[in-house]
Each structure stands twice: as structure tokens, then as C-alpha cells.
């Protein structure tokens, strides 16, 4: 697979709700940097964070178009429409009723040696506050 498929395939697990194939194409010192707080590092700290992800939200991703680097480096950019029930409230937000949503947001990636190495996610917070309020 080239870079621009690896990352279309780990969008096609995300989807498919398969962890473990989107593991499977990450670096084992993947730098996942979310849209809020820090960034972590390496595969245990992303795990947790899809488990995380997986009991708080359900969400789907829709309307996904890909742009690819002109230079060798291996970066890709992708805008995609986040559909999503937010299940299991979090800390520090809304209460969760179940409420749904849905929500414009983009990520850069960065493949290296065949694996996802870096993961960079944007979305407007103030934006899914007021989804999930309403």
C-alpha cells in the first residue's frame, strides 16, 4: 500500500469501528496530537485513547476528501464530516443524553516506513459544545 492508501484504510477501519486494524497501521511511537490536550506517544497511550473514544462517542465519518503533499514527506490532509451520538459524558463536558451530532473537522497525518507516525485532529470544540447543548 502506498501512504495515501494506508491512511484510507485506517479511515475505513475507524468506521468499521476496528481498533485493531487501525492499530495495526500505526508506528509504535505514533504522536497522536488531539484537538485538546496533550499529544501522546506510542501505541498504549492511542489505545487507550480509542477505548476512550469508543465508550464516550459513536461517531461516523462522512464526506472525506484526501489532500497529498507534492514533496516526498509523506504527509496527507483529510476533511471529513464527524457523525456522532455522544453516549457516556466526559469530564469538563455537557452531560451525555445520547444527544447527536454533527460536525465539520480535519486531520494531518504523516506516514513513514509504511505506518502512521503522526495523527493531528481539528474540530471545534465550542462548536460541538453547542450540538450537544442544544
Same mark, same amino acid.
Do not use: C
Given at each position: 500500500?502506498?501512504?495515501?492508501?494506508?491512511?484510507?484504510?485506517?479511515?475505513?477501519?475507524?468506521? &468499521?469501528l476496528?481498533?485493531? @486494524?487501525?492499530?495495526?497501521?500505526?508506528? =509504535? =511511537?505514533?504522536?497522536?496530537?488531539?484537538?485538546?490536550?496533550?499529544?501522546? $506517544?506510542? #501505541?498504549?497511550?492511542?489505545?487507550?485513547?480509542?477505548?476512550?473514544? %469508543? #465508550?464516550?462517542?459513536? &461517531? #461516523?465519518?462522512?464526506?472525506?476528501?484526501?489532500? /497529498?503533499?507534492? %514533496? %516526498? #514527506?509523506?504527509?496527507?490532509?483529510?476533511?471529513?464530516?464527524?457523525? @456522532?451520538?455522544?453516549?457516556?459524558?466526559e469530564?469538563?463536558?455537557?452531560?451525555?443524553?445520547?444527544?447527536?451530532?454533527?460536525l465539520?473537522? @480535519?486531520?494531518?497525518?504523516?506516514?513513514?516506513?509504511?505506518? $502512521?507516525?503522526?495523527i /493531528? /485532529?481539528?474540530?471545534?470544540? %465550542?462548536?460541538?459544545?453547542?450540538?450537544?447543548?442544544?
Amino acid at each position: 500500500m502506498n501512504e495515501l492508501e494506508i491512511v484510507k484504510q485506517y479511515y475505513k477501519y475507524f468506521n &468499521e469501528l476496528n481498533w485493531e @486494524g487501525m492499530l495495526s497501521l500505526v508506528s =509504535d =511511537d505514533i504522536r497522536h496530537e488531539p484537538n485538546e490536550g496533550e499529544a501522546r $506517544i506510542g #501505541t498504549e497511550p492511542f489505545k487507550a485513547f480509542l477505548n476512550k473514544m %469508543d #465508550t464516550a462517542y459513536q &461517531e #461516523t465519518l462522512t464526506n472525506q476528501v484526501f489532500f /497529498t503533499s507534492e %514533496d %516526498d #514527506t509523506s504527509r496527507i490532509a483529510t476533511e471529513f464530516t464527524v457523525n @456522532g451520538i455522544y453516549k457516556i459524558s466526559e469530564p469538563g463536558l455537557p452531560e451525555a443524553k445520547g444527544q447527536k451530532y454533527v460536525l465539520p473537522a @480535519g486531520a494531518f497525518l504523516e506516514v513513514k516506513n509504511g505506518k $502512521i507516525a503522526r495523527i /493531528t /485532529t481539528y474540530y471545534n470544540l %465550542d462548536l460541538w459544545i453547542r450540538l450537544v447543548s442544544e
